[in-house]
């Protein structure tokens, strides 16, 4: 999964991808809707890791009536992101629904070789030099001046959690600049669609201890690479919205 962040982050510098209403959800979502999408370039686009030669599947189905996106993850890792360039304010709502098959046995959000989620939703910011060390700021610099592009800061990853009591965050086993909070946990509600709700703002500052910068982007991934399991996951539309 290191390499995947590392991917991710370089993935979310691109340029920034204009948001569009949807036509089921809210009309003042930040983030194109899956349901209102032609095609899965429509909004979001493909997030595929070249050191990774296994890459999750994902396509537009539907699900009693409605599009949503299915991902299918086996021993693989890679998502869809959508671009953004959102101040977050004083809040700032992230809403979606998801389903999944099933948890890793072997996932465990603490540890390195557990570190894969049958789903979850990826969320960041523009990094902020002046909370950075020295050698932080020295390692984006060479980023900057090599490839040229400045990588993204923090990110919360928003995950369906295994072992992770659901409430629990946790620093990620590979980068504490990214946190993971677990909003679903274990096998008891596979199999069926749950809603989830969080103040990006306020999650922000419980993980960081400060007022988030602006977002960049947003994804979603399945990926089972770590642990080489399988799970198919659901996911509706993800709705960004001031409330």
Known sequence: MKAILGYLLTA?????????????????????????????????????????????????VDDEGKQVVEATTDNSASGLIARISVEPGD??????????????????ARE?????YPARIYVAFEFEPEEAGFFERAKRKTVEVVFGEELPGNALNYIWANQLPAGEVVANPFTDTTMMVAVN????????????????????????GRKPPKLVGVAIMSD???TGESATARYGDVELVRP
């Open 12 to 60: 979310l510098t691109l340029p920034v991808l204009a948001a569009t209403a949807h036509a089921d959800g809210r009309d003042d979502s930040l983030i194109k809707a899956f349901s209102a999408m032609t095609s899965l370039e429509d909004g979001w686009e493909p997030l595929e890791f070249p050191k990774i030669d296994r890459h999750s599947r994902y396509e537009l």
């Open 112 to 116: 390195k070789d557990g570190d894969d």
């Open 91 to 108: 809040s700032l709502i992230l809403r979606w629904r998801w389903k999944v098959s099933n948890v890793f046995e072997q996932g465990d």
């Open 224 to 226: 089972s690479d770590n």
């Open 185 to 208: 946990s274990g096998a008891d509600r596979t199999g069926e669609w749950v809603t989830v709700e969080r103040d990006i703002v306020a999650d922000y500052e419980d993980a960081f």
